[in-house]
């Protein structure tokens, strides 16, 4: 893994969203690791004010956060990496990647969203365009699937 | 690097793509079903 040194706030947000966890989540981690670690850190209301100035980058965070951040994805980042075979960053932008795909509706979903809007008329969209936005919104779906088997594969993961 | 490495980024970058499409058409129908709950303000008071 990096030095911290070199992180970016991209980077922060990145590793956050690898967990899938949202900031409230993110700063109830940051505290839990300082606990164990015996550090003082900022109340959780305050971290929830600080990590999204952290992740866009409008502040550096202090050292003992940046310690922090890599007390809780350090040995992960490093497990995720060294389980597949791949250097950190790969791993780190597969996880992000996998963990939006996951929260990606399904088509049924999709289908639901497309009745709902065709269910009035709108100043904005056609009908025609909103089916031709749902069915091409399913058709990257058929896609993801796609690639995210091409990617088990690749890493050599049982898909059964 | 290695050759599988490569292929894994590829891939990943093609998947990321695909998820930004989805996630795009997602948005865009969300905002049509977001117009019902704006109060519309062409009505006369």
Not at chain 1, 111 to 130: G, N, S, Y
Request: no cysteine; glycine share 6%.
């Amino acid at each position: 893994m990096r030095a911290l040194t070199d992180v970016t706030g991209e980077n922060l947000r990145q590793w956050r969203e690898s967990q899938g966890w949202d900031v409230p989540r993110m700063a109830r981690e940051l505290r839990k690791a300082a606990r164990d670690s015996g550090e003082d850190v900022a109340a959780h209301h305050g971290l929830v004010r600080m990590i999204p100035q952290w992740e866009r980058g409008n502040r550096v965070p202090r050292e003992r956060y940046r310690l922090l951040y890599r007390q809780i994805f350090g040995s992960g980042l490093g497990d995720l990496s060294q389980g597949m075979a791949l250097g950190a960053d790969v791993a780190l932008r597969l996880a992000e990647v996998r963990s939006r795909a996951a929260r990606l509706p399904d088509p049924d979903q999709i289908r639901a969203l497309e009745a709902a809007a065709l269910a009035k008329p709108r100043k904005t969209m056609t009908p025609a365009e909103i089916r031709a936005l749902a069915a091409a919104a399913i058709g990257h779906l058929h896609e993801v699937a796609g690639k995210l088997g091409e990617l088990s594969a690749l890493l050599g993961e049982d898909q059964s | 690097m290695s050759a599988r490495e490569d292929e894994i980024r590829r891939v990943v970058a093609e998947l990321d793509i695909q998820v930004a499409e989805v996630e795009a058409s997602l948005a865009a129908l969300k905002a049509l079903l977001a117009e019902d709950e704006v109060p519309n303000e062409e009505d006369p008071a």
